[in-house]
């Protein structure tokens, strides 16, 4: 039998073996973004909710893909791919999201098929506003990982011992200090002590 969660991972898996999240996909295809976003999938009274036929076709269209490959995409993820967490980038920012070493914890989490990587904690943000344009724009998805070696240049996602979570490029990094770098000019380059910043995590992947 047919499952709702099942055609969803498709469509997840379909997006990541083109190197896209769900909204990138969703954008290719002449669909507008959030169409395939998590919150898309289930109605306001917790009802599943099926993509439409159109909109499968347009996915399909779009990837230059057929009816064939994605029903063999409605079981398992492929080797190449596999599930992380996943919360929205204003989620990161609440309590009960990461532990101290800035790995995924709690209960919060969802789970969508990303292309694979070698972190075991590896996670990924839904991007939302426009501060990071023109980077990252809204409902693009970063992945995230702990792991990775940081060097000047990366693109990094930080977080403050107060709770403040932000992307940006390490523009320099000494014993003392963190300064970062802005993606989008309308926003102020930031610059911080080093007890001030509770964990930086290299992004190793982004959907365009």
Request: cysteine-free; charged content about 25%.
């Amino acid at each position: 039998m047919l499952r709702h969660g099942d055609v969803w991972r498709a469509i997840d898996a379909l997006a990541a073996r083109y190197g896209l999240s769900a909204s990138g996909l969703a954008r290719r295809s002449g669909l507008d973004p959030t169409t395939f976003n998590p919150s898309k999938r289930t109605t306001s009274q917790g009802k599943a909710r099926w993509p439409s036929t159109e909109s499968v076709a347009k996915i399909l269209a779009a990837t230059g893909s057929n009816m064939a490959e994605f029903v063999s995409l409605l079981g398992e993820p492929s080797e190449s791919a596999r599930r992380i967490p996943i919360i929205g980038y204003a989620q990161a920012g609440a309590a009960g999201y990461f532990d101290d070493a800035g790995y995924p914890a709690g209960s919060g989490w969802d789970e969508e098929i990303f292309p694979e990587t070698a972190d075991p904690h590896a996670y990924a943000l839904e991007i939302s506003g426009d501060s990071m344009e023109p980077l990252y724009r809204d409902g693009d998805r970063i992945i995230v990982s702990p792991q990775a070696a940081i060097r000047r240049g990366d693109r990094v996602v930080v977080r403050t011992v107060e709770g403040e979570v932000m992307a940006k490029e390490l523009a320099r990094l000494t014993a003392q200090r963190i300064e970062l770098r802005s993606f989008n000019p309308a926003h102020p380059d930031r610059s911080f002590t080093r007890p001030q910043i509770a964990w930086m995590a290299r992004v190793i992947w982004a959907s365009q």
